[in-house]
């Protein structure tokens, strides 16, 4: 088996290497100072002028829509499998994404529209989201019911002549808290009497329409993550024309599946990425400290959380690399083990190793001196974006025991070793 990335794929890390070395990381502390000065100025809801002029770069650089496969409206899209390493490096610095138009939840909008939206949707919405020209949200889970079992939701979508009205109450809005978000996509019920995975459809939503109201946004570990901001958003009597149903009525699952595989896949590169940098900064800090008469990397046990890290950092890599290949020859349905593999491990992976970088830190780990504090919170709530664990391992397993159900009739008799 060939681990080697292409010769496309090196250029690439190349040049986003370079471009994160110039621009990037020397910015961190603009990015964080312009949101603290707007909100000192009464309003945090406003973005940030280093991403709008490091957004040119990056287009220039060669650096843009990188995460779109198999699209002729971005030609520059890569395969799942070479996206994945330039993701990761993305991934070390929050506000990095965004920067070469590859952030959440536009990526998976993006692809949704592009396989299941008309021409016209595309026309009117994916183009735009490609220049980079407008953000957009996904309004899926719901506070007044458990939506790990999205059957649950309850926003309801009628049909009403040549329109849907929608009605329901969203939270966890990723991304309506920016101005520039034009557009939502809506998962919601169309038909309470069908089938427990054929109620549910999904529908475009501008987010200018007339009964859209944007209430409050929602903190992480008290961080409120503006620009961006994670949303409750009530729908109220919403009217769209009905070419803005993806797909058709009772496919909202059959969407799902389709956006939320790559989803997870580009939060778990991101993770990835992070671990790495909470690694190097672990490091760093530990050669460059003494405690009790010698320097703290010295002692053994943080040359066990060093060597641990490690491991599980390139563990995590190889089955996301695994998982990023199938999705390109077997396709998102036939991957979903790896898939689930892949959320379960890596998120709680960058946990583990932040946490240690936070105590290699001592007080400064959990201050906002370093980004490590607000990497974990990122990385524990990934634990619950896109489905919590417990779910994905539930499917895990349920996948697993199918493998070894026994046919009608037959038994299986174990066979001892010597016998």
């Given at each position: 088996?060939?681990?080697?990335?292409?010769?496309?794929?090196?250029?690439?890390?190349?040049?986003?290497?370079?471009?994160?070395?110039?621009?990037?990381?020397?910015?961190?502390?603009?990015?964080?100072?312009?949101?603290?000065?707007?909100?000192?100025?009464?309003?945090?809801?406003?973005?940030?002028?280093?991403?709008?002029?490091?957004?040119?770069?990056?287009?220039?650089?060669?650096?843009?829509?990188?995460?779109?496969?198999?699209?002729?409206?971005?030609?520059?899209?890569?395969?799942?499998?070479?996206?994945?390493?330039?993701?990761?490096?993305?991934?070390?610095?929050?506000?990095?994404?965004?920067v070469f138009n590859c952030s959440a939840p536009d990526t998976g909008n993006m692809e949704t529209i592009a396989r299941y939206g008309s021409e016209a949707n595309m026309d009117q919405w994916l183009d735009p989201l490609l220049k980079g020209e407008i953000r957009s949200a996904f309004l899926m889970t719901e506070p007044e019911v458990a939506s790990s079992d999205a059957t649950n939701i309850q926003c309801r979508i009628e049909r009403d002549g040549d329109d849907y009205v929608i009605n329901g109450l969203k939270w966890w809005s990723s991304g309506a808290g920016d101005p520039r978000c034009a557009v939502y996509i809506v998962m919601g019920k169309t038909n309470p009497d069908a089938g427990r995975h054929e109620q549910q459809s999904m529908i475009l939503v501008p987010s200018n329409t007339p009964g859209v109201k944007v209430i409050r946004p929602l903190s992480v570990f008290g961080?409120?993550?503006?620009?961006?901001?994670?949303?409750?958003?009530?729908?109220?009597?919403?009217?769209?024309?009905?070419?803005?149903?993806?797909?058709?009525?009772?496919?909202?699952?059959?969407?799902?599946?389709?956006?939320?595989?790559?989803?997870?896949?580009?939060?778990?590169?991101?993770?990835?990425?992070?671990?790495?940098?909470?690694?190097?900064?672990?490091?760093?800090?530990?050669?460059?400290?003494?405690?009790?008469?010698?320097?703290?990397?010295?002692?053994?046990?943080?040359?066990?959380?060093?060597?641990?890290?490690?491991?599980?950092?390139?563990?995590?890599?190889?089955?996301?690399?695994?998982?990023?290949?199938?999705?390109?020859?077997?396709?998102?349905?036939?991957?979903?083990?790896?898939?689930?593999?892949?959320?379960?491990?890596?998120?709680?992976?960058?946990?583990?190793?932040?946490?240690?970088?936070?105590?290699?830190?001592?007080?400064?780990?959990?201050?906002?001196?370093?980004?490590?504090?607000?990497?974990?919170?990122?990385?524990?709530?990934?634990?619950?974006?896109?489905?919590?664990?417990?779910?994905?391992?539930?499917?895990?397993?349920?996948?697993?025991?199918?493998?070894?159900?026994?046919?009608?009739?037959?038994?299986?008799?174990?066979?001892?070793?010597?016998?």
């Open positions: 088996m060939d681990f080697n990335y292409t010769p496309k794929v090196q250029e690439l890390q190349a040049h986003l290497l370079k471009f994160m070395d110039e621009h990037i990381y020397p910015n961190e502390a603009r990015f964080f100072r312009e949101i603290a000065e707007n909100r000192a100025k009464g309003n945090a809801w406003i973005p940030t002028t280093i991403i709008e002029e490091l957004k040119p770069k990056a287009r220039a650089a060669g650096l843009w829509n990188l995460f779109l496969p198999h699209s002729p409206r971005a030609p520059e899209g890569l395969s799942n499998l070479e996206y994945a390493p330039l993701c990761e490096i993305m991934g070390r610095v929050p506000f990095a994404a965004e961080y409120d993550d503006a620009p961006h901001g994670h949303m409750v958003v009530r729908l109220t009597n919403v009217r769209v024309p009905a070419s803005n149903l993806l797909l058709g009525e009772g496919r909202g699952f059959e969407i799902a599946q389709g956006r939320l595989g790559p989803g997870r896949i580009h939060h778990c590169m991101r993770s990835i990425g992070i671990a790495e940098r909470a690694l190097e900064l672990m490091c760093q800090r530990l050669n460059s400290r003494v405690a009790f008469g010698k320097p703290i990397a010295t002692q053994s046990v943080w040359r066990e959380h060093i060597a641990e890290a490690r491991c599980m950092i390139e563990q995590a890599r190889l089955l996301t690399l695994k998982a990023a290949y199938m999705m390109d020859t077997v396709g998102n349905k036939v991957a979903k083990a790896e898939i689930a593999m892949i959320k379960i491990v890596a998120p709680r992976m960058a946990c583990q190793v932040i946490d240690w970088a936070i105590q290699a830190h001592g007080g400064g780990g959990v201050s906002g001196d370093f980004p490590l504090a607000y990497a974990y919170a990122s990385q524990r709530t990934l634990r619950l974006a896109d489905g919590p664990d417990e779910v994905h391992r539930a499917s895990l397993a349920k996948l697993e025991l199918a493998k070894h159900l026994l046919k009608s009739g037959e038994i299986k008799v174990p066979v001892m070793r010597g016998s």
